[in-house]
């Protein structure tokens, strides 16, 4: 996968321009396309045997309606509106729109997940999608590896709370491309040891412009932010 260096680190758009539009939309992912990003960030589900674009395992932060969302049908997701006004998107949709745009930073988000996923991108591939116009993340790494498993040729990246002793192993023994680190626990040791050892090292949430310096010179690959066009006006 061909990513830019330190000093044009990489920016995500975390749930598309989500400091600006309602997250995991096809109004922010729209809005961060404008905002000039070439990568999108979003959370993935498995519903009914389909692929939807959701954070949170319950509805009612998004939507004020209750339940979770494993429990729904694909039909009365889509009946919900996201803040009130926008639709709970498919991830097929979330594609088409960036589909010779920008590419796709998809996390895992609950059980079935990374076997749905795989199946789907493997069919992407078949149409002459690059595989590295995607990188699977996830806290779940049994998710992650049942990903890996299925969908070799697509790189994933391994998503932390904290920092574990083990993580270099844990990053190592999955095959992973790159290392997701909480911005409260990155530190430039933990970024030298990781590139040593050859992954990229991506940070979270990074929407502060002087943490978006300081990310910078510790020398980290890339940042998933908010407001992406913070992290893109400071590019050299």
Known sequence: MALSSPAHMICFAHRGASGYEPENTLRSFSKALELGATW???????VENELVVFHDRTLSRLTGSSGWVGN???????????????QI????????????????????KGAGSGDLLARYLN?????GWAADSFLISSFDHEELALFKRAC??????????????????MAQSLGAYSVHIDLETVTPKRV???????FKVFVYTVNEPTDISAMRAIGVDGVFS?????VLSTQN
Do not use: F
């Open 40 to 46: 999108i960030e979003c959370d993935v589900r498995k």
């Open 72 to 86: 729904q049908t694909i039909a009365s997701l889509r009946a919900l509106k996201v803040k009130g006004s926008e």
């Open 89 to 108: 998107p498919l991830l097929s949709e979330v594609l088409a729109l960036l589909k010779g745009k920008a590419r796709a930073q998809l996390e895992l």
């Open 123 to 127: 069919g992407m591939l078949s149409q």
């Open 152 to 169: 070799p040729a697509i790189p994933i990246g391994i998503l932390l709370y904290g920092y574990p002793m083990n993580t270099p192993q």
């Open 192 to 198: 030298s040891t990781l590139h040593e050892l050859g």
């Open 226 to 230: 908010d407001y992406p066009d913070r």
